[in-house]
């Protein structure tokens, strides 16, 4: 009897199933039936010194976008989503430890600097919920020999640069994966100079992983080096013939040709997003895919003189309305610290939408863990913006946002920033919302403000304790090796 009664409920269950689809039935009859991924995959490009105004999205006057335009015109754009340091390892290690300036590990930009062992990223938090997990590009936070390589990071494959100052040449005589040298054929190490442009092999190796795992959950951080470095590629590239034989005001001659180089390097780049948004929807699994496009700090006004004071392509000036943040790349002024940022998931964020809600790189670990399932395996100083990609209402908003350097540190709440510049100066304090330029320092008017921010900052700050390099006779030597 009990058998029976077993069989009868098994049989109602499974018809519970197959009229409502659960566990991925569907009546063959209808194609609209799709199993929900459980797992969706999860890519992040992070380009490396992209400024907040270089798209034609943002009303660029030179620079044109039109993939990074249709991606945003798909998903969500933040207007002050912040980095999480203003130069390339510290906001790194944030964004892969999920802690902020003053927890995480790598907090200066020497670039030898490591991860330790016990240190969590993303790739291993992914790695342990399943996933195959691969990064391509400029790591930044463990060179070879070191505890912070990414092999030990959570990551399967590593391909690309792991000192970031190797990472500044497109010419190297080799990469790394997986801490092995790859030797590139024809390079000396000239850094304007070679036979194999090291992006376009990184830009393939991406290609490939996705490739190979399309049918199983992955994770692919794709930390372009476009537009940083010495600036250079292949003359045949379509991005750089569009540039070569126009005629600019630049400061001098190799001014005028690195920075048609540098607006070449983000269209290669905006060109690269397009090949990689169309091999999702080839391998059908664009609408099982969350991607994450980014810049990794501040702008830089590069290309400046007297009649462009903001640097040639202005990344810190709004086009439109002349505003600018004030400061740059390595500084805690909202310069250094703007980033473009968007997020594109099909059928789940909103296409075409925006958010003022204020969040940084500390946010993105635990924002992943929410949206794929994953367990948080240590603690993070972010929230989750899942609710805001999703559309709902319980958003948790910061009670702080803390960044440190040399000496110089910033703590922001709500719309108030306090910034100590440098080590010897006092606390400013700006109101972003009524001075978004940060012109007008109101620490006098405002004293027990500026006083509770100082405190946010005292509890912020914690002793860093650095990784270590266990091998010296290898890892990067020289600047363009």
């Given amino acids: 009897m009990r058998i029976e009664n077993m069989c009868f409920q098994g049989a109602l269950v499974a018809m519970i199933l197959l009229l409502f689809g659960s566990c991925g039935w569907k009546d063959e009859g209808s194609s609209n039936l799709k199993e929900e991924p459980a797992r969706p995959n999860v890519i ?10 270089e798209s034609s999205m943002m009303g660029h006057p030179i620079i044109e976008t039109p993939h990074i335009d249709q991606f945003a015109r798909e998903g969500m754009r933040f207007s002050q989503f912040l980095a999480g340091g203003s130069v390339c390892a510290p906001t ?47 790591w930044g936070i463990g060179d070879r020999g070191s505890t912070g390589v990414p092999e030990k990071q959570g990551f399967d494959i590593f391909f690309g640069y792991y000192h970031q100052v190797h990472a500044h040449s497109y010419y190297p005589r080799y990469l790394v994966r997986n801490s092995n040298q790859v030797p590139l054929e024809g390079n000396t190490g000239d850094p304007h100079a070679g036979q194999t442009f090291s992006h376009t092999l990184i830009h393939e190796e991406g290609l490939a992983f996705i490739r190979q795992h399309h049918d199983t959950p992955f994770y692919a951080y794709l930390a372009w080096t476009p537009p940083h470095g010495h600036w250079h590629m292949p003359e045949d590239d379509p991005a750089w013939l569009k540039y070569k034989e126009r005629d600019w005001d630049a400061p001098n001659q190799r001014g005028q040709h690195d920075a048609k180089m540098y607006a070449a390097m983000i269209e290669m780049a905006d060109r690269q997003i397009g090949e990689l948004l169309a091999l999702l929807k080839k391998l059908e699994i664009d609408e099982e895919t969350i991607i994450f496009i980014s810049g990794d700090n501040g702008g830089q006004d590069y290309f400046s003189n ?22 740059g790349k390595r500084q805690f002024y909202e310069g250094g610290l703007r980033i473009p940022f968007i997020v594109r998931w099909p059928g789940k964020i909103a296409a075409g939408s925006q958010s003022d809600h204020l969040g940084y790189f500390p946010d993105i670990m635990p924002t992943i863990a929410a ?16 609710p805001t990609l999703l559309g709902r209402g319980d958003q948790e908003s910061h009670q702080y946002l803390y960044w440190e350097g040399r000496g110089d540190l910033a703590i922001r709440r709500d719309n108030w920033k306090a910034i100590k510049p440098a080590q010897d100066a006092p606390f400013e304090l700006y109101d972003l919302e009524h001075d978004i330029g940060e012109n007008h320092n109101v620490a006098v008017e405002y004293p027990s403000v500026l006083e509770e921010l100082i405190q946010y900052g005292q509890q912020a700050h914690s002793q860093p304790t650095s990784g270590m390099v266990l091998d010296t006779s290898v890892g990067f030597k020289g600047h363009f090796r």
């Fill in 44 to 53: 992040h490009i992070m380009l490396d010194e992209w400024g907040y105004f």
């Fill in 92 to 138: 790194r290690s944030v964004l892969m430890t999920g802690q902020h300036l003053g927890h995480t590990t790598v907090r200066t930009n020497g670039g030898g600097q490591a991860l330790r062992d016990e240190d969590v990223t993303i790739a291993e938090m992914l790695r342990h919920h399943g996933y195959a997990t691969g990064g391509f590009g400029k």
């Fill in 306 to 327: 007297a009649k462009y004071p903001d640097g040639f392509f202005a990344p810190n000036v709004n086009p439109k309305t002349g505003v600018r943040f004030r400061g």
């Fill in 371 to 386: 949206l794929t399932g994953a367990p948080l395996l240590s603690k993070s100083d972010g929230h989750s913006i899942a």
